[in-house]
């Protein structure tokens, strides 16, 4: 009989944290003022405004399950990512079905809390309204943030159907509920024939910076980046960095609620939030990921690479992108 645990070596075994962090429940304010986490992933399992197909409620578990694939070790960028932080799970927004406005004052609270305990929010939708929340939550902690979207799409709709909380608003929301200034929002990777001219139009005369996808082909996603990130973050005092994962070419994330055929290559996408990342975070989301659309995973494990090559171009200051000279490839020469 063994006396001790044996080893598992089977990555899909144990319960199903963020890449098996531990838990630390954000309403137990023993826990939080005894925590020495750096960064918490946050569930937000809603998805009651999406105009088009559901399913994105079950986002956050599917992606903590494709997280179990991953390592702390990042290859690329050739550092191990529990030196640099210290991980939890910070468990799920408490829904109130059918309720967005509800929902995103829970979720604003949460990760309110994981800030005040200097722990940074990542969190993972949940539709793109989750993002209400997240921008409440760091508007709460900082005087001028600026704000990074990633997206297919602007977001930028005042209301849809009469009602303000949709997933085509959080840029909208973030500016009258949040106080973003619109000069300091960037939104990268707009395409296709799914963006209404009212939204082009809010923005422009809002002066939002907007980087279409023709921009990044054309000039190249890392200056297209640079470009981007240096709009939002002149004069600001934080950065949330929020992730559309229906920016990416459907081949790359059918597991979603509008994919984009023809949108940015997986590649691509890493070298942007790696630039972006570089500069500083101070929370971040991935949303729109519906794993029922996309029974291989690959739209669930694309959400988490995503995370990780942030988290570790935050903790570096200096992205390794794939395409853009690694790490990687200095150790393997």
């Given amino acids: 009989m063994e006396d001790q645990r044996p080893d598992a070596a089977f990555l899909d075994s144990g319960v199903a944290t963020f890449m098996g962090a531990d838990q630390l429940d954000v309403y137990d304010d023993d826990a939080l003022a005894a925590t020495d986490a750096d960064v918490g ?14 399913g994105t409620n079950q ?8 997280s179990s694939q991953t ?30 406005a509800r929902s995103l ?8 809390r994981m800030l005040e305990a200097d722990v940074m929010p990542v969190m993972v939708g949940g539709d793109h309204v989750t993002t209400v929340s ?41 500016v009258d509920e949040a106080d973003f200034d619109p000069e300091n929002i960037s939104i990268v990777g707009l395409t296709g024939p799914t963006n209404p001219r009212f939204e ?7 002066g939002i910076n907007l980087y279409t996808l023709d921009e990044v082909i054309r000039r190249g996603p890392v200056e297209v980046a640079r470009d981007a990130v240096d709009a939002a973050t002149d004069g600001s005092d934080g950065l949330y960095l929020t992730l ?31 630039t972006v990342a570089s500069e500083g975070i101070d ?18 494990r694309m959400a988490v690479r995503s995370i990780v090559d942030c988290l570790a171009a935050n903790a570096l200051g200096e992205s390794h992108a794939p395409g853009t000279g690694t790490a990687a490839t200095e150790n393997c020469s």
């Fill in 134 to 174: 997240g921008v409440r939550a760091l508007a709460d902690h900082r005087d001028d943030p600026g704000l990074v979207l990633i997206d297919t799409h602007f977001d930028t709709a005042t209301d849809v159907a009469g009602e303000r909380y949709n997933h085509c608003c959080p840029i909208a929301r973030a």
């Fill in 105 to 112: 004052d829970h979720g604003a609270t949460h990760m309110s």
């Fill in 59 to 66: 986002g956050p578990r599917a992606i903590r399950d494709a």
């Fill in 283 to 300: 929370a971040m989301d991935v949303v729109e990921t519906s794993p029922q659309l996309d029974p291989a995973g690959i739209t669930s």
């Fill in 200 to 206: 082009l139009e809010w923005a422009n005369e809002r």
């Fill in 244 to 274: 559309d994962i229906d920016v990416l070419d459907a081949s790359a994330a059918p597991g979603t609620g509008v994919p984009t055929n023809g949108g940015l290559r997986a590649r691509e996408l890493l070298q942007i939030l790696g």
């Fill in 41 to 54: 992933v946050v569930g937000f399992p809603f998805d009651s405004t999406c105009i088009s197909r559901t």
């Fill in 71 to 100: 390592r702390y070790y990042h290859f690329e960028y050739d550092i191990d990512l529990r030196d640099h932080y210290a991980f939890a799970d910070c468990g799920d927004v408490p829904v109130i079905p059918g309720n967005a």
